[in-house]
């Protein structure tokens, strides 16, 4: 072992070593006896560190990369902001995690989840349940609430197996009744229940933006007509998004880069929200209800296998 005082000579054993920095690594020469103070114990250790870092402004706008997962993602939230497709939104954030962080994916998504919020309450106004919103309102504004109290305590990963979970769960639940009842059997409302599956949407739209699943564990058995449903669901998401930005920005989520970021992206957010409403008012009931419980289904299992994965 080499002394401190050895370290302290001149020009002794200098080496070239990155040290993380927020972006981006910075070379800078070190005492090689020192090199254990600046590097990790092994090699990949220092990948998590980098790959948790936001990218910035310059790397990330030019990164052709960061488009390819983005721009698909915005289409397919924004079908689902439509009606079309269900729960398939949740892929967001995790299409644009192959690209960037995690949570500047969800950073940068809420403002164009906002704007296509606008675009689907435009597009089906004055069409839904108001029964069911009274009901699940209040318990979104707690769920929110618990989410952002518990933001550094809960991990994105418990949040997508829980979900995920109840999901599969809702879905052999669904299949089941189909076999006993008959497809045409419509579960009656239940403000409790409402209440619940109210909460536990806020909560996980907070942390993960996969509110839609609980959402329609709730929604789906009542077999509202399809554009009324879809009309419901864009006033809930719509609320429910505003009320994320207050807590997002005390959380400091939005800085120049996420935003620049959004707004590049948001010509895409009322095209595609268009399309899926065009989509769902030309589906029947009898194919608009299987098709949605077969995207649950899909979403379920991913989210299940992200969560496991994650946690492993």
């Known amino acids: 072992m080499h002394s401190p005082a050895a370290c302290r000579k001149p ?22 006896c020192g090199l254990l103070q600046v590097l990790p114990p092994s090699p990949t250790a220092l990948i998590p560190a980098l790959s948790s870092q936001p990218f910035p402004m310059s790397g990330l706008l030019s990164d052709p990369w960061f488009y390819a997962a983005a721009i698909p993602a915005v289409i ?34 809420l403002p164009i989840l906002c704007l296509m919020d ?7 106004w004055g069409i839904y349940d108001r029964r069911m919103l009274v009901d699940m309102m209040p318990g979104a504004v707690i769920g929110i609430g618990l989410g952002w109290l518990t933001a550094a305590l809960v991990t994105e990963e418990m949040v997508r197996l829980i979900v995920g979970a109840v999901a599969l769960v809702f879905v052999l639940r669904w299949i089941y009744l189909q076999f006993r009842h008959g497809a045409d059997h419509a579960a009656e ?10 909460t536990v949407a806020g909560f996980t739209s907070f942390v993960a933006h996969v509110g839609g699943p609980p959402f329609q564990v709730y929604a789906l058995p009542i ?65 608009f209800y299987p098709f949605t419980y077969a995207t649950v289904a899909v979403v379920a299992v991913k989210l299940l296998w992200d969560g496991i994965a994650g946690l492993m």
């Open 189 to 198: 409302p239940n403000r409790i229940a409402a209440a619940f599956w109210g």
């Open 223 to 287: 077999r509202l007509d399809p554009k009324v449903l879809s009309g419901t669901a864009a006033i809930f998401f719509a609320a429910t998004n505003a009320l994320k930005l207050i807590p997002y920005f005390a959380l400091g989520q939005f800085d120049s880069t996420n935003l620049t970021a959004s707004f590049a992206l948001m010509p895409l957010a009322p095209l595609s929200t268009i399309a899926g409403a065009w989509l769902v008012r030309r589906m029947r009931p009898e194919i």
């Open 76 to 109: 397919l939230v924004g079908l689902s902001k439509g009606g079309f497709g269900g729960a398939v939104g949740f892929v967001g954030v995790p299409l644009m995690a192959l690209a960037i962080p995690p949570v500047q994916a969800a950073a940068i998504l």
């Open 118 to 124: 606008i675009v689907s309450v435009w597009t089906w």
């Open 11 to 32: 020009g002794y054993g200098q080496l070239i070593a990155p040290v993380d920095q927020p972006g981006h690594i910075v070379y800078r020469s070190v005492p090689l």
